[in-house]
Each structure stands twice: as structure tokens, then as C-alpha cells.
């Protein structure tokens, strides 16, 4: 297989188009399920019931159909765009323990020669900045932060077809496709995917979204934004929440009067041995009956990709475009060398006057690619009470990254100050499920972490 920079289809459903139209045919037509099968054989027939069945929205049906791709060195920011479609499985290279050094990065076109000189030596030096630092004895995990949005990813995808639609109208028609390199890669993952599912494409053009994937707001005047005072903000969240769930678990049960779920949720005691037998038990649906929303702020662009990989929760991610240039994080394993400090800084500062030069040339596909990996955005989260559990189960160990786990912890301080009741069983594995999962790695404080989370 070639190496070259794309997106390649590895592997897809060995039945393709035939389950789809089979799916399509179940729900109307007389018949069992083999039956239907042996009746989606044509491959014609599939293709014009796929069509006539996915123009009435009926969309469910090409579900049944799964791609496997490699993103092959492709940019980061190719792979930030991908990852936030969460009807989909991705595994993507970390740069927690991967060396980067040698990634390579990604040529955005530019009008004029020496401005893609100045772009290339520029992105040199920051990669050599990067080597620098992990020679010095820098964690990878923070040195990446000088790592810049053209450096080269590489991940794995596994995505149904619905999904697929999904990503290439936003690749070839929506805000994908305002970055040339993105756009191209739609176009060539375009051609494989009708090479091999031309029924689920049918139509793909005529049926583009009538409406922006952007959201525009320009009927209000923007102005500047103030750095915000705190790093988590609480927005809302269901009330009385240990109620709720104690009130889903009863009815779940199916076994309770209306009288004595009403009497047991009231009962304080009773309350907590519901919430209590909820969060041990391995299928804790009745935690999804309330949810939570955050705004997060001054999360660098490296620690977004781990809230983006939480698949089940509502998560907004501002444009690119709108990252401040002039803010970044610094760990305390740069800051606590002098020298080493100073170079990262200027690695952010030259940064911010390249960008500022090249888009005076009107050099505009480059300027996301000056985007530094420790730049800081605000983004929104939302999740209910079963992902927050997971959550904090991974963000709050002292295996995470160290920035999402502020976040983390700040987020569950917040949690039980507004419902303790609920999320006094909430904290890292180690204190929910009362033992490490991490195996060799692990912290070995799980005594101290239980004395910490215990409220």
C-alpha cells in the first residue's frame, strides 16, 4: 500500500449495501430475517431501495454499514475536525508517549515563495524547540504544547454510514471544506466510499444540507472578550438530582406503587442506600436522568482532545479561528527552568508576529496552522450523570494528564457542592470501585486517594 499523505479505506462490512437494503425491507415487508436477507441480493435493486428509502429520511438503514480508515500524515488539524463526530471510533497516535520530533509537518499552499520559507523555518525551530525540552528532561506530555497545527497525525477510524454522510457533507459542503486540505481529503474519501457503497452515495450532491453547519451569530456585535476569572464555570444542572435518580432506579425496577417510590425518595436514609446500590452497579441507566453543563476555560488545544474523545456527552468547540494566539498554558515543568521558560514563550511569541505577517499577505490557508498545541480556548460540556461518572472515574486518577485533571477535580468540587448527596461517590476507580485499575502503573496511594475523595 502507499504511504502518501491521505485518508485510506482499510476494511468495510463484507455485506455492504446488502444489509442496508435488507434493514430497509424488514420493517415493511412480510417475511424473517433470512428471508428479507436472501430477497437483498440484486445489487441494483439494493442500491435504488437505499435511495428511495434514505430520501424519505429514513437514514437508520445505512447504519448497518461500517468503514475502517487510516488517516494517514494528515494534520492535526484534520484530526481535531474528525474526532469531534462522536457516532464514531477513533485511535489516534498519543503525544503523551509518543516522541514527535521526527512527525514531519503539513505544506499549506501559499502566493508566494519566501512567506513558505518563512513558514517552514519557523516550524523547524519549533520542533527543534521540542527536542530541546524533552532532552532537557521535559515530560513529552508537556513539551507537545510548542507542537504546532500542521504537525502530522496518524489514527485509526471506524465509522457506519450515516456517520459517513455526516462527515463527507461537512468535508465537501460545510465548514470542512473551507480548509483546502480537508476538502481534498473529503474528495478522496468520496471516491473509495462510491467504489464501494455507490448505493449509499446516491443522491449524495442533491441532498447536501439546506443549512450552515456554522452557527451565525452576527446579529450581535462582537466585542473583546475578557479573560475569564475561573477555569471551570458552573452553568446549570439538574436540581435535586439524588431524587431523580433515586426515582428513575424505583421505576426501573417496575416492582414499586407510586406511593412507596414517593415515600422511599423522601426518606433521606433510603435515598442514599438507592444512590449507593446505583452507582455500584455495573448498567447505572438511572444516572442519565440528569445531566450537568460546564464552560471550561483556558483548555490548551492538547487537553481538548481528551474531552473530545468522551464519545456520550454534549461537548461545543469554538472555531480555530478564534483560539487566542496570546495565551498559553505553562507547566511547571517549563517554568521551573529559567532558560527553557524563555525559549518556549518566544516559541508562542514568534508564533503570534508570523501569523500577524502572514495574514496581512493574505497568506489565509496558512493561519490555522500557526496554531501553537498549548493555546487555550473555552469550550462548553455537558454530560449526565453516567459519563460523569466515567469521567471522573479516568480524569480525576493521577494517570491523567495533569491539566484535565484540574479540570476534573474542580468540576466534581463543584458537583458536590451543588448536589453532595449525589456525587459523594464520585472521584477516581480506585475510590468508586474501591480498587486500581491501572495494573502495573499504578499510583500505588490508593489508600490516600479514598482519605481524599471520602466526604
Not at 515543568?333 to 529559567?338: G, P, V
Not at 458537583?415 to 459523594?424: D, G, I, K, M
Request: with cysteine; aromatic share 10%; net charge neutral.
Amino acid at each position: 500500500m502507499e504511504c502518501k499523505s491521505g485518508v485510506y479505506v482499510l476494511g468495510y462490512s463484507n455485506c455492504g449495501e446488502k444489509m442496508c437494503a435488507a434493514g430497509g425491507r424488514i420493517s415493511t415487508q412480510p417475511g424473517n430475517a433470512l428471508g428479507i436477507w436472501d430477497k437483498s441480493q440484486d445489487d441494483k435493486k439494493n442500491a435504488n431501495l437505499i435511495d428511495k428509502v434514505t430520501r424519505s429520511g429514513h437514514n437508520s438503514t445505512v447504519e448497518h454499514i461500517m468503514f475502517n480508515l487510516a488517516f494517514n500524515d494528515v494534520s492535526v488539524i484534520v484530526e481535531q475536525f474528525m474526532i469531534e463526530f462522536r457516532l464514531a471510533s477513533f485511535t489516534v497516535k498519543s503525544r503523551r508517549y509518543v516522541d514527535f520530533y521526527d512527525a514531519g509537518f503539513y505544506m499549506p499552499s501559499f502566493r508566494r515563495e519566501e512567506n513558505k520559507a518563512k513558514f517552514s523555518a519557523h516550524i523547524s525551530s519549533l520542533f527543534e524547540t521540542y527536542k530541546k525540552m524533552t532532552d532537557a528532561g521535559v515530560p513529552k506530555e508537556d513539551a507537545r504544547f510548542v507542537l504546532p497545527y500542521c504537525f502530522l497525525s496518524n489514527f485509526f477510524c471506524s465509522i457506519g454510514g450515516r456517520e459517513m454522510l455526516h462527515v463527507l457533507h461537512a468535508m465537501l459542503h460545510g465548514r470542512g471544506s473551507k480548509i483546502p486540505e480537508i476538502y481534498a481529503l473529503g474528495k478522496q474519501l468520496f471516491e473509495q466510499v462510491n467504489k464501494i457503497a455507490p448505493g449509499v452515495l446516491t443522491g449524495f450532491e442533491e441532498r447536501k444540507p439546506k443549512k450552515s453547519d456554522t452557527l451565525d451569530l452576527s446579529f450581535i456585535e462582537a466585542d473583546r472578550k475578557a479573560s475569564p476569572d475561573e477555569l471551570v464555570e458552573y452553568i446549570s444542572g439538574s436540581k435535586d438530582a439524588a431524587k431523580t435518580v433515586a426515582t428513575a432506579a424505583m421505576l426501573e425496577a417496575n416492582v414499586y406503587s407510586a406511593q412507596t417510590v414517593k415515600k422511599s425518595v423522601e426518606d433521606s436514609e433510603t435515598r442514599a442506600k438507592i444512590i449507593k446500590a446505583v452507582t455500584e452497579c455495573s448498567r447505572p441507566r438511572a444516572l442519565e436522568s440528569v445531566q450537568f453543563t460546564f464552560a471550561l476555560n483556558k483548555v490548551s488545544l492538547s487537553t481538548l482532545t481528551h474531552f473530545a474523545r468522551h464519545r456520550i456527552h454534549s461537548i461545543q468547540i469554538p472555531s480555530l479561528n478564534t483560539v487566542d494566539r496570546n495565551d498559553w498554558v505553562k507547566p511547571d515543568s517549563i517554568t521551573s527552568n529559567a532558560d527553557i521558560c524563555k525559549e518556549y514563550n518566544a516559541c508562542f511569541e514568534k508564533s503570534v508576529a508570523l501569523f500577524e505577517e502572514l495574514k496581512a499577505a493574505g497568506e489565509e490557508e496558512a493561519l490555522p496552522y500557526l496554531i501553537l498545541s498549548g493555546n487555550t480556548l473555552s469550550i462548553v460540556s455537558t454530560m449526565n450523570g453516567r459519563e460523569l461518572m466515567l469521567f471522573m472515574k479516568l480524569r480525576s486518577c493521577t494517570r491523567a494528564q495533569w491539566e484535565i485533571q484540574i479540570y476534573a477535580n474542580k468540576m466534581l468540587e463543584i458537583l458536590r457542592n451543588e448536589e453532595p448527596e449525589l456525587f459523594r461517590y464520585y472521584g477516581p476507580s480506585c475510590y468508586v470501585d474501591g480498587y486500581c485499575p491501572e495494573g502495573r502503573l499504578t499510583c500505588g496511594r490508593a489508600a490516600e486517594m479514598k482519605e481524599k475523595y471520602s466526604i
